[in-house]
């Protein structure tokens, strides 16, 4: 037979999430500002996007019997590079909804 669904559920509260790197706390915030995480970011992609070219270059010139190790890092890097330009998308798409709105 069907078990009715009670209506006792009881979940446990929900804590309020702690400040990131001192923030909101008044103090200086500690850590990298939006522009030093964004270039480390960029430099990564285009360590990926080395990385995998070398890998591409090696395996044509017949240095490595790495296959899938060299599809691998070209897939990194393409998913590397694919998010850095949706991150990039959106911040245009603010800076143009920013300049217009009226003052």
Known sequence: MIQPISSNFSMA??????PIDGAGT????????????????????????????QGVQQLLAG????VTGVLTAVNKAGIAFDLLMEVRNKLVGAYEEIQQMRV
Do not use: C, M, Y
């Open 26 to 53: 008044g103090g200086a915030v500690k850590g990298k500002d939006f522009r030093g995480v964004l270039l480390d970011n960029l430099g990564e992609v285009n360590r990926l996007q080395q990385e995998a070219d």
């Open 13 to 18: 509260p929900i804590a309020p999430l702690a």
């Open 63 to 66: 240095e490595t019997d790495d």
